[in-house]
C-alpha cells in the first residue's frame, strides 16, 4: 500500500522533480517510463491478499481513493513550494511556466486515472455504501470542499467493510474444523409475514451462509408470504414431515422469525409436527401480539382494509402465494388474536422453546417503514423493534435481548440481517452462529 502511495505521488510531480534537478528535456520519456509503473500499481494498488474476491476489490478500491487524496495534497504541496521557493530564487519566469504546466498536466491526468479507478471499485463492489452514500457522493462530487467530505465518508465506510469482512472470514476458518453448529438435527429456517425464501436474495441475509460455513445443514420454510397462522402451520408441519422422510434426520432445530415463530408454534402443537422438532428458537416474535395491529384493524374503514388487501394479495400471487390472505395475516399479529392462540396452543414439554429480542432507540435506528411505526408501536406497546414491542418476544425458557454497544438500537429488519448492514457493536452473524453452538451444546 506505501509503495503504491509513493508511485503515486513521484509520478503526478514528475516534472517539477526533473525540473529541479535541471532535467526538463527528460520530462516526456521519464513520464513515458513511469506511467507504464504506474499503470501496473493502478490495476494492483496492493499485494495483500484476500480470499474472497470482494474484500479484495473492496480493499483495493480503498487504497486507490487515499492514494488519491495523498497525491492530491503532495502535488498541491509541491506545485506551492516549487512557485514559492524555487522558482523564487531562481527567476526563471519562463522557463518554471512550462514545468507547472506540464506538473498540473500529470497531475490530472493521473489524480483522475486514480480516482475513478477506485471510485468505480467501491461503488460495484461496497455492500455498506448503500444507495445514501452513493447518492451523496454523487452529488457532491462538483462542489469544493463537499466532495472531500463525501470522499472520506465513503473511504472511511468501505476501509471498515472489507476489515470487518475479512475478519469475519478469518475468524470462520480458525475454527472451521470444530463445526461449532454442526448440531444433531439440522436447521429450519423460517421465515415471516410478507416475505418468501427465494435463492437469490435470502431472507436471511448472510446469516446461513456463515452457520454452513460452522458445519450447519440448513433448510427453510417455503410457506406462503400471507396466510393465517393456522394455513401457515399446517405447510410448516408438512415441510418439516417433507425433510425428516427424505433425509432421515429424524428431527429438526426451527429458527423462526417475527410471524414465523407463531407458524411454528402452530405446526408442533396443532399440526402434528411435535415428534419431528427438537427445538424451536423464536427471533423478534409477537407471541403476545402487536396492540397497535389491533388499533389499526379497528379504526380503519372497512374499503380502505378492502382496497390495500386487494393490492397486497395481488403483489403476493406474483412472488409465488397460491391463496393470499393479507387480512388473516394481519389480524393473527394482534394482541386479542395472540391471546387466544397462546390459550389454545401450549407449548410441547418435548421440545426446547427459547427466544432472541431486541429493540429500536430511536425512529432514526430504522430503515422506511420501520421508522415510521416505531412511534405508533411505541405509543400502544412501549419499546420495540419498529414492530413488535419488546414484552411482546419473550416465550420459553430462555429470553436472550440483543443490543449494539451504541445507542443504534437493532430493528426487526436487523435481526435477520435484511439490509445486509455491519452495526457497530453488533455482529447479526455471530449472534446466530453462537445460538446454533448453544443448541449443539444442549445435544440438539
Excluded at 452513493?134 to 463537499?146: D, K, N
Aim: glycine share 8%.
Amino acid at each position: 500500500m506505501i509503495l503504491s502511495f509513493i508511485v503515486f505521488v513521484i509520478y503526478s510531480n514528475i516534472a517539477l522533480i526533473l525540473d529541479v534537478l535541471g532535467m526538463f528535456d527528460y520530462i516526456v520519456p521519464v513520464s513515458l517510463t513511469g506511467f507504464v509503473i504506474f499503470s501496473f500499481f493502478i490495476f494492483v494498488p496492493s499485494f495483500r491478499k484476500f480470499p474472497q474476491k470482494k474484500t479484495k476489490k473492496i480493499q483495493r478500491g480503498v487504497v486507490l481513493l487515499v492514494g488519491f487524496l495523498i497525491t492530491f495534497i503532495c502535488d498541491v504541496i509541491a506545485l506551492s513550494s516549487y512557485l514559492i521557493v524555487y522558482c523564487g530564487m531562481m527567476g526563471e519566469r519562463d522557463y518554471w511556466n512550462d514545468a507547472v504546466l506540464a506538473e498540473i498536466i500529470i497531475a490530472v491526468v493521473a489524480g483522475n486515472i486514480i480516482f475513478w479507478n477506485g471510485i468505480i471499485r467501491v461503488y460495484i463492489s461496497s455492500k455498506q455504501l448503500g444507495l445514501k452514500w452513493r447518492l451523496i457522493g454523487i452529488l457532491c462530487g462538483m462542489i469544493p470542499i463537499a466532495h472531500f467530505i463525501a470522499l472520506g465518508k465513503i473511504i472511511n465506510v468501505t476501509s471498515r467493510e472489507y476489515k470487518e469482512e475479512d475478519a469475519r472470514y478469518k475468524l470462520n476458518k480458525s475454527r472451521e474444523a470444530d463445526r461449532i453448529c454442526a448440531t444433531k438435527y439440522p436447521l429450519l429456517m423460517v421465515h415471516g409475514v410478507f416475505f418468501r425464501d427465494f435463492k437469490f436474495f435470502n431472507y436471511w441475509g448472510r446469516v446461513p451462509d456463515d452457520l454452513i460455513a460452522n458445519g450447519a445443514t440448513v433448510y427453510y420454510g417455503n410457506q406462503q408470504s400471507a396466510a393465517s397462522v393456522e394455513d401457515s402451520g399446517k405447510e410448516l408441519a408438512d415441510r418439516i414431515k417433507e425433510i425428516v422422510d427424505e433425509t432421515g434426520c429424524g428431527k429438526v432445530n426451527i429458527i423462526a422469525h417475527s410471524k414465523g415463530g407463531l407458524d411454528s408454534r402452530c405446526a408442533i402443537t396443532k399440526w402434528g409436527a411435535a415428534p419431528y422438532v427438537a427445538s424451536l428458537t423464536t427471533i423478534n416474535t409477537p407471541h403476545r401480539g402487536c396492540q397497535f395491529a389491533d388499533y389499526l384493524l379497528n379504526k380503519a374503514p372497512q374499503k380502505l382494509k378492502d382496497t390495500v388487501a386487494a393490492q397486497y394479495n395481488a403483489a403476493l400471487r406474483k412472488v409465488g402465494d397460491k391463496n393470499p390472505d393479507f387480512i388473516a395475516a394481519v389480524t393473527d399479529l394482534t394482541h386479542t388474536a395472540c391471546s387466544g392462540f397462546n390459550e389454545s396452543c401450549p407449548d410441547d414439554p418435548g421440545v426446547f422453546y427459547q427466544s432472541v429480542g431486541s429493540k429500536s432507540v430511536s425512529a432514526a435506528g430504522g430503515r422506511f417503514p420501520l421508522n415510521l411505526s416505531y412511534h405508533l408501536v411505541n405509543y400502544f406497546d412501549g419499546p420495540n423493534d419498529g414492530l413488535v414491542s419488546l414484552p411482546a418476544m419473550k416465550w420459553g425458557e430462555d429470553f436472550i435481548t440483543v443490543a449494539p454497544r451504541k445507542k443504534r438500537g437493532i430493528t426487526h429488519g436487523d435481526m435477520i440481517d435484511l439490509n445486509r448492514e455491519n452495526i457497530d457493536g453488533f455482529d447479526v452473524r455471530e449472534t446466530y452462529v453462537q445460538l446454533v453452538s448453544n443448541l449443539k451444546e444442549r445435544g440438539l
